[in-house]
């Protein structure tokens, strides 16, 4: 294994699994044609400088999906990659309530789609998200937040 490229620079993030009162799970999708299609992906983004993990978990949740919560649970924060000592900071939102979109213009084309987990967990499993900590939010998020094997 190699420690790849130093990036001083990356920001840490955060993501968000934003689950309804039935359970679905709020998904984004977006076409990404350097990656050859469409993949799946949850709300979340680079935290601003001087931002909490929670306060940019809540933010990207309300301008890429719309959605503010009444609850915002941690689920582990883990290195983006091993050269960087950026962390991605993983939550779960409950109890949410549905707003317009603030997409930026990068964003514009993000569509928001509700899933069952087993739904969500079996794209993951088919390869349509891609990157790594959607699927890993997930998984945890449907143990109710316990490590995995635990």
């Known amino acids: 294994m190699t420690t790849g490229e130093h990036f001083p620079h990356q920001a840490d993030a955060a993501l968000v699994v934003a689950r309804d009162d039935e359970g679905l799970v709020a998904l984004l999708s977006a076409d990404f044609p350097r990656h050859g299609g469409e993949y799946l992906f949850l709300p979340g ?17 309300r301008e ?14 883990y290195a983006i990659t091993l050269g960087s000592a950026a962390r991605v900071h993983l939550f779960e939102a409950r109890g ?10 990068s964003e514009r084309d993000f569509k928001l789609s509700w899933w069952t987990m087993a ?10 998200f891609l990157l790594p900590a959607g699927p890993l939010a997930l998984l945890l ?4 937040g316990r490590p995995l094997g635990v």
């Open 141 to 144: 998020a449907d143990r109710g």
């Open 64 to 77: 890429e999906a719309g959605l503010t919560a009444v609850q915002l649970c941690p689920l582990g924060a």
């Open 119 to 128: 739904g969500a967990l079996d794209a993951a499993a088919d390869g349509r």
């Open 96 to 105: 949410l309530s549905l707003g317009p979109q603030e997409l930026t213009p």
């Open 45 to 61: 983004g680079k935290r601003e400088e001087g931002e909490s993990p929670e306060n940019c978990a809540r933010r990207e949740l």
